[in-house]
């Protein structure tokens, strides 16, 4: 399993039009196979970042995801979108045990 974690700084004002944007890519990359969570949410604690998390079966689904048409379709959005830094990471996941 992968996950893919980080967070997204906009300038102020720009988070809603972000979270906005991004939900039709959102949407589409939860039909993919090999995804199992994919949230672009607000942190509630700063106004002008947000939080991504995913957790996809292995790279060869995140390699789909990333030549999905609606991945270029966001990418090309993207640019018009006022983020001024993201921190993403993948991070290999080799065992998981439930804790509920």
């Known amino acids: 399993m992968l996950i893919v974690a980080g967070s997204l700084v906009a300038e102020p004002g720009g988070r809603e039009p972000f979270l906005n944007a991004v939900?039709?890519?959102v949407a589409a990359t939860l039909e993919?196979?090999?995804c199992h969570e994919y949230a672009f949410t607000?942190?509630?604690n700063d106004d002008n970042r947000v939080l991504l998390y995913e957790l996809w079966d292995d790279q060869t689904a995140l390699d789909g995801h990333f030549a999905s048409a609606h991945m270029?379709?966001?990418q090309e959005t993207r640019k018009g979108l006022a983020v001024t830094s993201a921190?993403?990471?993948k991070y290999i996941i080799?065992?998981?045990e439930d804790l509920g």
């Open 23 to 25: 939900q039709p890519m």
């Open 32 to 34: 993919e196979s090999g």
């Open 94 to 96: 080799s065992s998981v």
């Open 87 to 89: 921190s993403i990471k």
């Open 72 to 74: 270029a379709d966001w």
């Open 42 to 44: 607000p942190d509630p």
